[in-house]
């Protein structure tokens, strides 16, 4: 069975700084790979995906990811934090083919200091 | 977009007492949902796959009879805690696949406390 590893629980950044948040996982198969976040109070909502194609994905909000199949990581990252992207951090895995369950990391918590 | 909605957001209940929690596709048709369970500081865990109009499948290790798992429309799951004890505490999550098969959407979480 897949399984994904987040490396850092709590994170607390100031505001301007960079982001890079680890992911790994571990499936000897093909997979889809997803970067969650969860606002306090909100849904789980979609950051990014990687399916196919060109291993750096960018999202919504400025935050990209890249997928580097020799480490079986999905690293997300972004420039320059804000306040706003205060939030939980989830790294996901489905296996290619077709959506099925998803399989998560344990999530990351970002606190961004004003 | 397409959105799940999950309700209640949070619920406490007395040991030995029933909770349902419904999980509501509100602009797509879902044949199948998934339910999750989270833990402090651990990761979203599949509990169950809920399917329109069969039996749920369970994930090993989850108590079918102690989980209740419904899903009489393409728009409604839902989510029984029967004879809910302390353990049963945590966070309850929902899913159903988008209508293309690519992604899931997610209900905001329901928080049990059992006391």
């Known amino acids: 069975a897949q399984s994904v590893s987040q490396h850092n629980h709590h994170v607390i950044l100031s505001e301007a700084a960079s982001l890079e948040l680890g992911c790994n996982y571990s499936?000897?198969?093909?997979?889809?790979l997803f970067w969650y976040v969860q606002y306090p109070g909100q849904h789980l909502q979609l950051l990014l995906k990687y399916f196919s194609g060109d291993p750096l994905v960018k999202g919504i909000k400025g935050f990209e990811a890249e997928f580097i199949k020799s480490k079986f990581s999905f690293n997300l990252r972004k420039p320059s934090v804000q306040w706003s992207d205060t939030a939980e951090y989830f790294c996901a895995v489905t296996l290619s083919g077709g959506y099925q369950k998803v399989t998560f990391g344990t999530g990351t918590k970002l606190q961004v200091i004003p | 977009g397409a959105v799940v909605s999950q309700h209640p957001s949070w619920v406490i209940c007395k040991s030995g007492t029933s909770v349902k929690i419904e999980c509501r596709s509100l602009?797509?048709?879902?044949?199948?949902m998934f339910w999750y369970r989270q833990f402090p500081k651990q990761s979203l865990m599949l509990m169950a796959t809920s399917n329109e109009g069969s039996k749920a499948t369970y994930e090993q290790g989850v108590e079918k009879d102690k989980f209740l798992i419904n899903h009489a429309s393409l728009t409604l799951s839902t989510l029984t805690v029967t004879s809910a004890h302390p353990e049963d505490s945590s966070f309850y999550i929902c899913s159903a696949p988008s209508p293309t098969n690519t992604e899931a959407f997610f209900g905001q979480g329901t928080r049990l406390t059992v006391v």
């Open positions: 602009d797509f048709q879902a044949t199948t």
């Open positions: 499936y000897g198969g093909t997979v889809n």
